[in-house]
């Protein structure tokens, strides 16, 4: 599956990634069929970019890189006509990277951790990352900001109407930008 020190994953490796995909679809469809209506669903994120990952060779990171991206791409493209929002967890952390300090991070290389975060209670003071394989609460909390003020404005779009002319272009991009920030995945509207 993952070769150390090799290139691209091999085809057993990434097939894994879509049948896990598949399983998350299916956890979506469960929901769904209980009775949920409103789902929002978390892509995964790059982890080629935690701290495990870092103390990696190039093309090992690389192909964590990839395996991340296989499944992302075909979770994404199997809840598409799911009637679900999707949220790219992969690109929030990209931009967190370019810019930690507009999210409130002064730390985006090390772990607040020295042990497991299941273990540990230490607050993030600015850090990215709780341990090796894990953000913190931090970072899940910039997560659901980001959600929630994605879903105020989206909710907001029929306010437009009493809004000035003048007013209505930037007010329109606003709410533009933050809905393609958002990637609304399955709405057919």
């Not at 997560?143 to 002319?165: C, F, K, M, N, T």
């Amino acid at each position: 599956m993952f070769v150390p020190g090799a290139g691209a994953p091999s085809a057993a490796a990434v097939a894994a990634m879509v049948t896990a995909a598949s399983d998350m679809t299916e956890q979506v469809v469960r929901l769904q069929s209980a009775g949920a209506r409103n789902l929002v669903v978390l892509g995964l994120a790059d982890s080629s970019r935690f701290p495990y990952a870092l103390a990696m060779s190039d093309p090992e990171r690389e192909q964590v890189r990839q395996l991340n991206a296989a499944l992302d791409t075909a979770f994404m493209a199997q809840v598409a006509d799911k009637h679900v929002l999707y949220f790219d967890t992969g690109k929030l952390i990209r931009s967190i990277l370019a810019r930690p300090l507009a999210y409130g991070f002064t730390n985006t290389i090390d772990k607040a951790c020295p042990a497991s975060a299941l273990v540990c209670y230490l607050p993030a003071n600015g850090h990215l990352f709780a341990d090796d394989n894990h953000p913190t609460m931090l970072f899940r909390k910039v997560v659901s900001d980001w959600i929630y003020a994605s879903l105020e404005e989206a909710s907001r779009v029929g306010l437009l109407s009493q809004v000035p002319l003048w007013r209505f272009g930037a007010q329109w991009r606003s709410i533009n930008g933050r809905l393609q920030q958002f990637q609304n995945s399955g709405y057919q509207g």
